[in-house]
């Protein structure tokens, strides 16, 4: 089966529910208007016979005599005559009246033939006469002794029913189309914020960071809305990182694979073991520096797409510093640079992500190293305060002016002048790492009489 709209699914649930609720409502009041109409038709059979008992006390049976003053049996139209009333059912409806003796002094015709043995006391009966059932009503006059009989057919009380019912009945199937039209209205009408929804998201531009609106939006929909804005946002900063991602990648490899070319195109054409040795050792260190902007490429990757957000624990800022400080031991000892480690704390501990952190201080300590000239100085701190934990690089390189501090930590900015290999990446690196764990970074002058002073503020609990 296909799936239904969701207008024609609401439509039929709600016509499905009217109908599970009025249908037994409907059989109920059946049952219930049948019942009435019993009670009804025994209180009317009651008080007709009351009627003639009252008749016959103030008048005599001679007000229901024939034309020649003899009293017999007559039909149903005389009583009613009498009462000024027109009768319609002569032959369903009718009464006897007895004497003390149980003899029948008068009679409807229709009713001849019933048992003429009334009881001698009020009471409800129902006497079967050929192909018809009666129900019988006898009461006995304390005045007169009369015994008079009323009675009435059960289908003609059938027929008032049922009448009743198709008098009602047909006009409420005939307006179930109808209900249902109008419920499809009303549906369809509950349902135009979804259409300005679909319009909306129809209209918005691809890579368009703004919300969607809709001020008219009933409040089921409002969390529908919150979502789906997270949703677009989460979406757009993943295709804006893939964006950048590709970029980076585009514009990072591109010097070192063409630098990588041209040294083994050096290598293939010569046959002097030397220039071979030095093409080949050309063609190395493009492939260290190849990997070396791959790793940073994707350090900046994984930490732009918060891959470590849902995995902090606790982390020790002097076992990261330690590990880093050993990691580039063999680069401070070429570069000829005098790095200095300070331990204020034998332990210093933050919720984080370790990989971060470890990437964060790295690329601090070889910002440094690139800008430091040999025979320089470095040096590094750790401590804890009440509320956050510091991590601090010094050294005594150029510096950065005041005026350009806010822009180095850019993508792929390098100062003028600047030494080194660097990529522009690395404190891109660090802004990341320190915005994944909620930490402050400055930039400020250095102690050392000349250079720069990093010092990266993180809170001791983290999120």
Excluded at 87 to 100: K, L
Excluded at 226 to 255: C, I, K, M, P, W
Excluded at 266 to 286: N, W
Aim: hydrophobic share 45%; net charge neutral.
């Amino acid at each position: 089966m296909k799936p239904t709209s969701l207008r024609g699914r609401l439509r039929w649930m709600i016509i499905a529910l009217l109908l599970l609720f009025l249908l037994p409502l409907a059989f109920y009041s059946f049952y219930r208007t049948s019942d009435e109409m019993a009670v009804l038709s025994d209180a009317r059979l009651a008080e007709a016979a009351h009627t003639i008992a009252a008749i016959i006390r103030q008048s005599g049976l001679q007000t229901f005599a024939n034309s020649d003053g003899i009293i017999v049996p007559v039909q149903k139209k005389s009583v009613l005559a009498a009462q000024g009333e027109v009768a319609t059912h002569e032959s369903e409806v009718g009464f006897q009246v007895f004497d003390r003796h149980g003899k029948l002094v008068l009679g409807t015709v229709n009713l001849m033939t019933l048992p003429a043995t009334p009881d001698d006391h009020s009471a409800y009966h129902d006497l079967k006469k050929q192909h018809h059932v009666w129900r019988v009503f006898n009461y006995v006059d304390p005045h007169s002794q009369y015994v008079i009989r009323t009675a009435d057919r059960y289908d003609s009380r059938e027929n008032i029913v049922h009448t009743l019912w198709v008098d009602h009945g047909v006009p409420f199937m005939l307006g179930l189309p109808v209900l249902a039209l109008l419920v499809g209205w009303a549906v369809g009408r509950g349902l135009r914020p979804l259409a300005s929804l679909t319009t909306a998201l129809s209209s918005r531009e691809p890579g368009s960071r703004e919300r969607i609106e809709l001020p008219d939006a009933p409040r089921e929909l409002r969390p529908v809305l919150g979502a789906l804005n997270e949703q677009l946002a989460r979406q757009e900063d993943a295709l804006e990182r893939e964006r950048r991602f590709s970029a980076d990648v585009a514009h990072e490899l591109r010097t070192p694979l063409a630098s990588i070319l041209l040294n083994l195109e050096s290598a293939m054409e010569t046959v002097d073991p030397d220039e071979i040795q030095d093409s080949l050792a050309g063609a190395h260190h493009s492939v260290a520096t190849l990997s070396r902007r791959v790793e940073q490429l994707l350090t900046l990757a994984k930490l732009e797409a918060g891959a470590a957000s849902t995995r902090f624990e606790p982390v020790d800022l002097m076992d990261v510093a330690d590990g880093v400080v050993k990691e580039l031991t063999p680069i401070i000892r070429r570069r000829g640079v005098e790095l200095g480690f300070a331990q204020h704390d034998e332990r210093v501990l933050v919720q984080g992500y370790a990989p971060a952190l470890v990437a964060l201080l790295r690329n601090l300590l070889e910002n440094s190293l690139r800008y430091v000239p040999a025979g320089g100085r470095i040096q590094l701190a750790v401590s804890q305060g009440r509320q956050e934990a510091m991590l601090e690089v010094i050294d005594d390189g150029p510096g950065i002016p005041v005026e350009r501090r806010h822009a180095v930590f850019a993508r792929f900015h390098r100062e003028a002048g600047s030494r080194g290999e660097g990529y522009g990446l690395g404190l891109s690196i660090v802004t990341r790492a320190a915005t994944l764990h909620r930490a402050s970074i400055e930039l400020l002058d250095s102690p050392l009489g000349r250079g720069l002073r990093v010092r990266v503020s993180i809170p001791l609990l983290c999120p």
